[in-house]
T-cell receptor, first 115, second 112 residues
Framework: DAGVIQSPRHEVTEMGQEVTLRCKPI?????LFWYRQTMMRGLELLIY????????DSGMPEDRFSAKMPNASFSTLKIQPSEPRDSAVYFC?????????????FGPGTRLTVL | KQEVTQIPAALSVPEGENLVLNCSFT??????LQWFRQDPGKGLTSLLL?????REQTSGRLNASLDKSSGRSTLYIAASQPGDSATYLC???????????FGQGTTLQVKP
């Protein structure tokens, strides 16, 4: 398997523009997670899905952020409108389950810069 | 509320040294504890996962221990190499959910 795939790897946009980040999880994994990493706050979970259904979105910072998972092989994280403080690295991760032995597999991340 | 702390934030050692990275957590009712490695500009790679019923896990030159009663885990790296240079993060799930709480990480530099 190719692992978790994220696109784009880098995104530079101007304040106010819409940004869409994409993720393809590992085939057969039932759980998908979106994280944000910044120097100040470290790694934070934004939202996670189980079988394409959002389970916990309490980490989504504002209504400007939304995430969807239309099928088992694709998820998007959208920011509209974007702001400079949204600049961060956004990671997608997937996991086969939530047993005590299941780990999460991370994608390479999307580095977002909002000017 | 579970809080995860890693000390030190950065560590520099000469090649060949054995070293220990520390992770502490506030709530001992944990499900498991994981150690991840992050290389610059890359995603996270899982190194070791210790279930709550276990005391330690080993993989090659890495050994992770877990002491729930004291709220601590250590990652021991034997005979460090320049290729071990990276940021090491520990993480715990919130109850038995998928929500991982991460420490801030320890950035390790191993000098040749």
């Amino acid at each position: 398997d190719a692992g978790v795939i994220q696109s784009p790897r880098h995104e530079v946009t101007e304040m106010g523009q819409e940004v869409t980040l994409r993720c393809k999880p590992i085939s057969g994994h039932d759980y998908l997670f979106w994280y944000r990493q910044t120097m100040m706050r470290g790694l934070e979970l934004l939202i996670y899905f189980n079988n394409n259904v959002p389970i916990d979105d309490s980490g989504m910072p504002e209504d400007r952020f939304s995430a969807k998972m239309p099928n088992a092989s694709f998820s998007t994280l959208k920011i509209q409108p974007s702001e400079p403080r949204d600049s961060a690295v956004y990671f997608c991760a997937s996991s086969p389950g939530q047993t005590s032995t299941d780990t999460q597999y991370f994608g390479p991340g999307t580095r977002l810069t909002v000017l | 509320k579970q809080e995860v702390t890693q000390i030190p934030a950065a560590l520099s050692v000469p090649e060949g040294e054995n070293l220990v990275l520390n992770c502490s957590f506030t709530d001992s009712a944990i499900y498991n504890l994981q150690w991840f490695r992050q290389d610059p500009g890359k995603g996270l790679t899982s190194l070791l996962l210790i279930q709550s019923s276990q005391r330690e896990q080993t993989s090659g030159r890495l050994n992770a221990s877990l002491d729930k009663s004291s709220g601590r885990s250590t990652l021991y790296i034997a005979a460090s190499q320049p290729g071990d240079s990276a940021t090491y993060l520990c993480a715990l799930p919130l109850s038995n959910t998928g929500k991982l709480i991460f420490g801030q990480g320890t950035t390790l530099q191993v000098k040749p």
